[in-house]
């Protein structure tokens, strides 16, 4: 058997001797402190031997794990590397310099207690022969004193309102810690870098969050993480006695959160005034609040989409200019502009610029729209409506009724922000918008107000009234293409008998043309001026009818090389 005594170390390192009366029967001594939380005072780890003025001296339980196992209380320790089983996790009992955290083997006892952790006496019972000698034999017995107002009692982790605040003895949790190293039962702690590693973890996984989900969404993720967490912790301790940090994962994954929103509150409202300034000029108010919502559907820059392009003019503006002085002037083009312009967002328009009395715009840019050709049509018959109600207010000033031409075309186009660094617009460039603006000169020619090109014909709806016009080659392409007319709305067509049969007639007349008919043609053409005498597309098919009889070579494209 052995004696040893504790015996406490003194802040300078010195090491007080125990007393007179037991130095004679000792066979060593431990020290008896036991470090506590500077922030809660509770004691909650073990040091196993301390630097004294006398050289390294073992703490009391560790001296007699060496006395009862010949083995120290270090190595012992040091070959419990990791938790058995967790073999992922590289921790350590040790927690500290030669520290581990203390397995406490329950709550503080108490004298006679039926559910202490370790059998106790009272030493006076001891003393008087109370306790059967066999009670005590092979036990490793500790001594101390246990009254509550001894200094020599300690807050635990069972420090609580279940225990009735209870504070444990210092012999006791010398006792706590003597029975984790006999039964090699420890708290493993994962190592700094392991630590570290798992905060980060989580930290970067909110910090994505809130990168890219809404913020409420950010605050779900947090809170589901955080809880994950939390489980995979306790998981851990109950497992593996594993203890996985809780505040600082937490603290992390909260200051990501808070970081990952206060970033994208300044990105996303950057973007969004970015958005709003440059979109606001071109596009529905509507559109405006979908692109700042969700500033994905946008791509700014150049990319190649498929349009519908729209020019429009007013025809012999000059003359309109010459009679108005220059404040009459800008207050019709305001007038008129806007009036065309509140058609043009209607239909879901991007507005490109203003060229005086010209208006070019294009559809289905920056976001995507459905049936953007037809969409385009019925924004040009609108605007044809428009100039009934221009003219209504401005005819007599201006001298003459007002007429917009529109050109339409669809096609590929690049659209984008272009121009330098400082300064740029949204816009469109590209043959189709090229001959979008060809084409609303061409009306001029024909008579007509809107003027399509096919490829935006086979997008419109079987409402919407159209007649083919000509083949053209219009100034820059070598490839003709076939126009139409945009006549109007197909029941307001079928309600004027006259227009209907002359635009019956028409088509017909201009399939007899295509298919190399010319005298059949003609006759249906003058089937059509009967019924419409006035109608210039029909007059002018028939003196193309009339070329095509003196010219048999002529492969029927009219030439445009003006606009």
């Given at each position: 058997?052995?004696?040893?005594?504790?015996?406490?170390?003194?802040?300078?390192?010195?090491?007080?001797?125990?007393l007179?009366?037991?130095?004679?029967?000792?066979?060593?001594?431990?020290?008896?402190?036991?470090?506590?939380?500077?922030?809660?005072?509770?004691?909650?780890?073990?040091?196993l031997?301390?630097?004294?003025?006398?050289?390294?001296?073992?703490?009391?339980?560790?001296?007699?794990?060496?006395?009862?196992?010949?083995?120290?209380?270090?190595?012992?320790?040091?070959?419990?590397?990791?938790?058995?089983?967790?073999?992922?996790?590289?921790?350590?009992?040790?927690?500290?310099?030669?520290?581990?955290?203390?397995?406490?083997?329950?709550?503080?006892?108490?004298?006679?207690?039926?559910?202490?952790?370790?059998?106790?006496?009272?030493?006076?019972?001891?003393?008087?022969?109370?306790?059967?000698?066999?009670?005590?034999?092979?036990?490793?017995?500790?001594?101390?004193?246990?009254?509550e107002?001894?200094?020599?009692?300690?807050?635990?982790?069972?420090?609580?309102?279940?225990?009735?605040?209870?504070r444990?003895?210092?012999?006791?949790?010398?006792?706590?810690?003597?029975?984790?190293?006999?039964?090699?039962?420890?708290?493993?702690?994962?190592?700094?870098?392991?630590?570290a590693?798992?905060?980060?973890?989580?930290?970067?996984?909110?910090?994505?969050a809130?990168?890219?989900?809404?913020p409420?969404k950010?605050?779900?993720?947090?809170?589901?993480?955080?809880?994950?967490?939390?489980a995979?912790?306790?998981?851990?301790?109950?497992?593996?006695?594993?203890?996985?940090?809780?505040?600082?994962?937490?603290?992390?994954?909260?200051?990501?959160?808070?970081?990952?929103?206060?970033?994208?509150?300044?990105?996303?409202?950057?973007?969004?005034?970015?958005?709003?300034?440059?979109?606001?000029?071109?596009v529905?108010?509507?559109?405006?609040?979908?692109?700042?919502?969700?500033?994905?559907?946008?791509?700014?820059?150049?990319?190649?989409?498929?349009?519908?392009?729209?020019?429009?003019?007013?025809?012999?503006?000059?003359?309109?200019?010459?009679?108005?002085?220059?404040?009459?002037?800008?207050?019709?083009?305001?007038?008129?502009?806007?009036?065309?312009?509140?058609?043009?967002?209607?239909?879901g328009a991007?507005?490109?610029?203003?060229?005086?009395?010209?208006?070019?715009?294009?559809?289905?840019?920056?976001?995507?729209?459905?049936?953007?050709?037809?969409?385009?049509?019925?924004?040009?018959?609108?605007?044809?409506?428009?100039?009934?109600?221009?003219?209504?207010?401005?005819?007599?000033?201006?001298?003459?009724?007002?007429?917009?031409?529109?050109?339409?075309?669809?096609?590929?186009?690049?659209?984008?922000?272009?121009?330098?660094?400082?300064?740029?617009?949204?816009?469109a460039?590209?043959?189709?918008?090229?001959?979008?603006?060809?084409?609303?000169?061409?009306?001029?020619?024909?008579?007509?107000?809107?003027?399509?090109?096919?490829?935006?014909?086979?997008?419109?709806?079987?409402?919407?009234?159209?007649?083919?016009l000509?083949?053209?080659?219009?100034?820059?392409?070598?490839?003709?293409?076939?126009?139409?007319?945009?006549?109007?709305?197909?029941?307001?067509?079928?309600?004027?008998?006259?227009?209907?049969?002359?635009v019956?007639?028409?088509?017909?007349?201009?399939?007899?043309?295509?298919?190399?008919?010319?005298?059949?043609?003609?006759e249906?053409?003058?089937?059509?001026?009967a019924?419409?005498?006035?109608?210039?597309?029909?007059?002018?098919?028939?003196?193309?009818?009339?070329?095509?009889?003196?010219?048999?070579?002529?492969?029927?494209?009219?030439?445009?090389?003006?606009?």
């Amino acid at each position: 058997s052995a004696t040893y005594a504790v015996v406490p170390m003194r802040q300078d390192g010195t090491v007080d001797a125990p007393l007179p009366l037991f130095a004679g029967a000792l066979t060593g001594v431990g020290l008896a402190d036991l470090p506590f939380n500077p922030f809660d005072s509770t004691v909650r780890r073990a040091r196993l031997s301390y630097d004294t003025e006398q050289g390294q001296m073992e703490t009391f339980a560790a001296a007699m794990f060496s006395a009862a196992t010949g083995v120290s209380a270090a190595k012992s320790v040091e070959e419990q590397a990791s938790p058995p089983g967790a073999w992922i996790f590289r921790a350590s009992p040790f927690s500290g310099r030669d520290e581990v955290m203390i397995r406490f083997a329950g709550p503080p006892g108490e004298i006679g207690g039926k559910g202490n952790a370790f059998r106790t006496y009272s030493a006076s019972m001891v003393e008087r022969g109370l306790i059967p000698a066999s009670w005590l034999e092979d036990k490793i017995v500790l001594v101390g004193a246990s009254y509550e107002d001894l200094k020599d009692a300690y807050l635990t982790p069972y420090y609580a309102r279940a225990t009735g605040f209870a504070r444990m003895n210092g012999v006791e949790i010398h006792a706590n810690i003597l029975s984790s190293l006999l039964t090699r039962q420890y708290y493993y702690a994962m190592r700094q870098w392991q630590a570290a590693a798992w905060a980060f973890a989580a930290a970067l996984a909110v910090a994505l969050a809130a990168g890219s989900l809404s913020p409420w969404k950010s605050s779900l993720a947090w809170l589901l993480i955080s809880a994950l967490w939390a489980a995979l912790s306790v998981w851990l301790f109950s497992r593996w006695a594993l203890v996985a940090p809780m505040v600082a994962p937490f603290v992390a994954q909260t200051t990501a959160l808070g970081a990952g929103l206060g970033w994208r509150a300044l990105t996303e409202g950057r973007e969004r005034r970015f958005v709003r300034g440059v979109f606001a000029r071109y596009v529905p108010e509507a559109v405006v609040e979908r692109m700042t919502e969700n500033p994905a559907l946008l791509k700014l820059g150049g990319e190649t989409r498929q349009v519908t392009s729209l020019f429009s003019d007013i025809a012999s503006f000059t003359s309109i200019s010459e009679r108005l002085d220059p404040q009459g002037l800008v207050a019709f083009l305001n007038r008129y502009l806007g009036l065309m312009n509140e058609a043009l967002f209607r239909h879901g328009a991007t507005l490109d610029k203003y060229e005086g009395d010209a208006i070019i715009a294009f559809f289905n840019a920056p976001l995507d729209l459905d049936s953007h050709e037809e969409r385009a049509a019925r924004a040009a018959m609108e605007m044809r409506r428009a100039d009934a109600v221009v003219s209504a207010e401005w005819g007599q000033r201006c001298g003459r009724q007002i007429i917009t031409r529109i050109g339409l075309a669809s096609g590929p186009a690049v659209v984008g922000n272009m121009g330098s660094e400082g300064r740029f617009d949204y816009t469109a460039i590209g043959d189709t918008i090229n001959l979008a603006s060809r084409l609303e000169g061409a009306n001029k020619f024909y008579g007509t107000r809107v003027m399509a090109s096919e490829a935006t014909v086979r997008g419109l709806a079987d409402d919407i009234a159209r007649r083919p016009l000509d083949i053209l080659r219009v100034k820059g392409k070598a490839e003709p293409i076939l126009v139409y007319e945009i006549v109007g709305k197909k029941v307001e067509v079928e309600a004027e008998v006259e227009k209907k049969e002359m635009v019956a007639r028409y088509v017909e007349a201009f399939g007899l043309f295509r298919a190399r008919r010319i005298e059949a043609a003609m006759e249906e053409l003058k089937g059509a001026l009967a019924a419409r005498p006035d109608d210039q597309p029909s007059r002018e098919l028939m003196k193309r009818c009339e070329r095509a009889l003196r010219e048999p070579e002529w492969d029927l494209v009219t030439e445009l090389t003006a606009k």
